[in-house]
């Protein structure tokens, strides 16, 4: 049972396992991972710094040697040209209402080509942003519309200067075929490389579609889930070496009126261990006029605790249309945002953010805003505690890998 309320602890049970196919993988150990919701704040939309318009906030990554975050926009250089934020969050000013308070924006950085010169408008739509030696990782969603095609990519930025100085290789399996549509493979519109994240020994890098490539299935409805694609990258190499299925859920609500646009997507992964198969996934459903939502926004947000282990490498195989015996990731609830009894806008960021006094690792989520009047950027903090955990591949690195490692071989709880 989830019970939440402000400074209420989320415990989570062994709710499900997700599979694809025929073969049960071992179901995950329950790792009993609580959030404490320490509070919110809010940026309303037509903010502005250093000249540019705050807003499409849709990833977000913590240096803790400098103790900056960095938030990337999804701007496509349409409203100012391609950038990411620098910001510093005061978690003790966030509480229940927001009020636009404990958020600092300190500087902006232009994303600018290999050559130097800035992104040209709807040549990319990034979506995400990890922090790895120096150097942010930033995917993009490409399009796939009758306006355009352009492919997704996920490339590297020097963090001072914003100058592209590595493009990681995209699977065939990923960029849209035919360069017309319809297209028989490939990513769907603004259903792509929507997600970021790094394991905490910086060795292996996941990105993953919000929805299935249009070979591999169907985008989510309200009865039925739909199989993204993670993929999996090292970054002593720089090659992509595996790929597996992420079911996401269903749409939560129902439109209204029906027939209206709704959605659910996994919109960011958080790695928790070096391992590569422990993660925390973000999923974001939305349906136009649903009800039952508080504030009426329509959002359904739910944080899951995933596991790779048993999965299936699906890399070579260029469609899992029709393939038996596929094993996916499995995915237990950690929680459903809509529990925490205050309006939900579109989150779409999620990480691991400063350590709190009590030795505890805090939890940070953004929200894109869509740079619409009627949307908010909404930044929504919890503190991460763990009274068991699974046993990881290596104690070493950092966040709540040293922190579940230790407390682990001192074999006491978290408080």
């Known amino acids: 049972m989830l019970k939440v309320n402000q400074h209420s602890i989320v415990t989570a049970g062994l709710l499900s396992s997700v599979i694809l196919g025929l073969v049960n993988p071992q179901p995950i150990q329950a790792s009993s991972l609580q959030l404490n919701f320490l509070g919110q704040s809010i940026v309303q939309t037509g903010a502005s710094f250093g000249g540019t318009q705050v807003g499409g906030l849709s990833g977000i990554d913590y240096d803790p040697t400098s103790g900056n975050y960095y938030a990337n926009s999804d701007d496509r250089s349409s ?29 902006v950085t232009t994303l600018l080509q290999a050559n130097g010169q800035p992104f040209a408008a709807n040549s990319l739509d990034p979506e995400d942003i990890t922090l790895v030696n120096g150097n942010v990782y930033i995917p993009s969603e490409g399009e ?6 352009v492919n997704p990519f996920l490339n590297r930025f020097n963090i001072s200067t914003g100058q592209q100085n590595q493009a990681l290789s995209i699977p065939s399996q990923f960029i849209p075929q035919p360069n017309s549509i319809p297209t028989t493979s490939g990513v769907r519109n603004n259903l792509a490389l929507e997600s970021l994240t790094v394991t905490p020994d910086l060795r292996y890098l996941f990105t993953a579609t919000e929805n299935a490539l249009v070979q ?11 199989p993204s694609r993670i993929l999996q990258y090292d970054l002593t190499t720089g090659q992509p070496i595996a790929q597996f299925i992420y079911n996401t859920d269903p749409v939560a609500l129902a439109p209204n009126p029906t027939g209206q646009f709704n959605t659910n997507g996994l919109v960011d992964l958080l790695a928790l261990d070096n391992s590569g198969e422990r993660f925390l996934a973000l999923e974001r459903s939305f349906s136009v006029g649903a009800e039952g939502t508080p504030g009426n926004t329509g959002n359904t947000v739910k944080i899951f605790e ?9 890399s070579g195989l260029s469609s899992i249309n029709g393939q038996p015996n596929l094993i996916a990731a499995q995915k237990t609830l950690l929680l459903d945002l809509t529990t925490l009894g205050i309006p939900i806008d579109n989150l779409e960021g999620l990480a691991f953010g400063e350590t709190l006094t009590n030795g505890n690792r805090s939890l940070i989520l953004v929200s894109d805003n869509n740079f619409s009047p009627t949307q908010f950027t909404q930044f929504l903090a919890f503190e991460v505690e763990s009274q068991s955990v699974p046993e990881p591949s290596s104690i070493l690195g950092f966040g709540l890998l040293g922190i579940f490692g230790l407390r682990r071989l001192l074999a006491k709880p978290l408080h």
């Open 79 to 107: 409203i100012n040209p391609a950038r990411f934020y620098t910001l510093t969050l005061d978690l003790s000013q966030f509480n229940n209402d927001g009020n636009n308070s404990g958020v600092t924006f300190t500087d």
């Open 306 to 314: 995933v596991s790779l282990a048993g999965a299936t490498d699906i």
């Open 144 to 149: 796939v519309s009758t306006n355009r095609i």
């Open 216 to 226: 591999d299935g169907s985008i989510a409805t309200l009865s039925n889930s739909s």
